[in-house]
């Protein structure tokens, strides 16, 4: 029913329970391609060994090349992604979704069963992710990150969206733009927090929180997010521990400004993140105090 891609780079330290929670899933892929990013630890190894027990993993394997969240990622996966639905072509698997995992997130043993549920009882859903969860101190964390959208990792599309869509883009912070693509194009996308899944590792955090922030400073820049989104996002930031990371994301976004890098060259998507996800901010934060007021 589904296809799966997971990009890795370096994880032999989590990498088969990652893979494990994959195997045990209640309803399994048809189809799943690991692509490893050239990793130089042990990461090949472990996943030759998984592909040599279940016929339905495969993996291909990249060049060299420095971690890089902003482009090289949407690279690594787009590659995954191109080469999957080929490969499906090529010798005719039928499939209804496709979906994509990081190599630091380990499953609940119905993920996917329970995400393709929602599926069927929505026809208009075109992508989907569960909740994503951190284990701090002992106990289990909702990730606030993202509101109601869905996670870039734990992800699924509908078929018909993804290509509705045009595919997986090759620019940074391309699940984003997936997202706003599906909604422009009158896709319903849910976030569903009581499905599972545990990122071992903070987001953002493989080359450092100081790096993964900044990068994602210059990728609000890059979608030519509203100023105003951006000191919210920075307040944010700096509220929670560690409390660094909201200047981390100014400083990328300011240095993007300065140097007048290159935005998005989509005009919708560039409205769409200055104009309309304000609107719909200002709607999010109403229905908090609502909420919050009903309940004093």
Same mark, same amino acid.
């Not at 996966?77 to 499939?95: L, V």
């Not at 997986?168 to 849910?190: H, M, Q």
């Given at each position: ?28 892929? !048809? ?11 042990? @990461? ?8 040599? &027990? ?18 090289? /990622? ?20 039928? $499939? ?14 119905? $993920? ?16 989907? @992710? ?29 078929? &018909? ?33 009581? /499905? ?12 450092? !929180?100081?790096?993964? $922030? ?10 030519? &997010? ?14 929670? &521990? ?5 200047? @981390? ?44 007021? @009903?309940?004093?």
């Amino acid at each position: 029913m589904y296809i799966l891609i997971m990009p890795v780079k370096d994880e032999e330290k989590i990498l088969r329970d990652v893979i494990e929670s994959v195997i045990n899933q209640t309803v399994k892929p !048809l189809f799943w391609l690991i692509v490893d990013d050239g990793s130089t630890d042990n @990461s090949i190894e472990i996943i030759q060994n998984f592909g040599s &027990k279940y016929n339905w993993i495969k993996s291909i394997h990249l060049p060299p090349h420095e971690r890089d969240i902003i482009f090289h /990622v949407s690279y690594v996966y787009k590659n995954g992604f191109d080469f999957i639905i080929k490969y499906c072509k090529e010798n005719k698997i039928n $499939y209804s979704f496709i979906a994509s995992i990081d190599a630091d997130t380990i499953l609940e043993p119905e $993920y996917f069963e329970k995400i393709l549920h929602e599926f069927e009882i929505n026809g208009k859903l075109g992508i989907a @992710s569960g909740g994503l969860y951190h284990e701090i101190d002992g106990e289990l964390k909702l990730s606030t990150k993202m509101e109601n959208f869905p996670s870039g990792t734990g992800r699924v599309w509908s078929k &018909k969206c993804f290509f509705d869509t045009g595919g997986f883009s090759l620019e940074p912070s391309a699940d984003s733009i997936s997202n706003v693509k599906a909604t422009l194009r009158g896709w319903d996308i849910k976030r569903f927090n009581e /499905v599972r899944m545990i990122e071992k590792r903070l987001t953002s955090s493989a080359e450092g !929180l100081w790096i993964g $922030y900044k990068c994602n400073g210059h990728m609000a820049y890059y979608l030519n &997010k509203n100023p105003i989104l951006v000191l919210l996002n920075v307040f944010q930031y700096t509220l929670r &521990k560690p409390h660094y990371t909201g200047i @981390s994301f100014l400083l990328g976004y300011i240095t993007a400004c300065v140097k007048r890098e290159e935005r998005i060259k989509d005009r919708k998507i560039r409205e769409y993140f200055w104009s309309y996800r304000l609107i719909e901010y200002k709607k999010l934060v109403i229905r908090r105090i609502k909420s919050l007021v @009903s309940t004093i």
